[in-house]
T-cell receptor
Framework: EAGVVQSPRYKIIEKKQPVAFWCNPI?????LYWYLQNLGQGPELLIR????????DSQLPKDRFSAERLKGVDSTLKIQPAELGDSAVYLC???????????FGPGTRLTVL | GENVEQHPSTLSVQEGDSAVIKCTYS??????FPWYKQELGKGPQLIID?????GEKKDQRIAVTLNKTAKHFSLHITETQPEDSAVYFC????????????FGTGTRLTVIP
């Protein structure tokens, strides 16, 4: 069974530029999460989807971050404009409905110059 | 929200020795406690989890204990091997469904051959 797929794996941009990350969850997992992981820290939740509905986006900086999961499968996380402090790893995870076990993708490492 | 503290931040052991990582949590409503292993350049991988109705769980060389009264849980790795070297994260979640995980700050385990 394929795991959570993320792309790109690495992205280097200049500040003020836009950037987008893509995630394809494990088949059948209707819950999808985006986490931010700063260097030397644990992941922190940005947004959680149940199917196509964002059920918790309280930690998403909405002035510059946006996310979508239009058909309840793939998801895209966007930053516009990027700031130096956005340099981090962005992780996507998915889980089955009503069950806590989350499976993580490899992450996208973003570097903002 | 939930606050998870993890100790130690780094741990070095000789191959074959045991390693213990400890975490505390703040919210008594938390009832799901997974442990993740993260290798360099990869996403976190679930290695074991425990729910609040169980005090201990074991899977080969890995065991987790939970003390709900004291609000702490621990990861025990016996007969450590060099491939156990990685960063380990504890996490806590409220509820039995797919909910947000609150992660500790991680422990970098080094197993010395």
């Amino acid at each position: 069974e394929a795991g959570v797929v993320q792309s790109p794996r690495y992205k280097i941009i200049e500040k003020k530029q836009p950037v987008a990350f893509w995630c394809n969850p494990i088949s059948g997992h209707n819950t999808l999460y985006w986490y931010l992981q700063n260097l030397g820290q644990g992941p922190e939740l940005l947004i959680r989807y149940e199917n196509e509905e964002a059920v918790d986006d309280s930690q998403l900086p909405k002035d510059r971050f946006s996310a979508e999961r239009l058909k309840g499968v793939d998801s895209t996380l966007k930053i516009q404009p990027a700031e130096l402090g956005d340099s981090a790893v962005y992780l996507c995870a998915s889980s089955l409905p009503g069950y806590g076990e989350q499976f993580f993708g490899p992450g996208t490492r973003l570097t903002v110059l | 929200g939930e606050n998870v503290e993890q100790h130690p931040s780094t741990l070095s052991v000789q191959e074959g020795d045991s390693a213990v990582i400890k975490c505390t949590y703040s919210d008594s409503a938390s009832n799901y406690f997974p442990w993740y292993k993260q290798e360099l350049g990869k996403g976190p991988q679930l290695i074991i989890d425990i729910r609040s109705n169980v005090g201990e769980k074991k899977d080969q060389r890995i065991a987790v204990t939970l003390n709900k009264t004291a609000k702490h849980f621990s990861l025990h790795i016996t007969e450590t091997q060099p491939e156990d070297s990685a960063v380990y994260f504890c996490a806590a979640s409220i509820g039995t469904g797919a909910n947000n995980l609150f992660f500790g700050t991680g422990t970098r385990l080094t197993v010395i051959p």
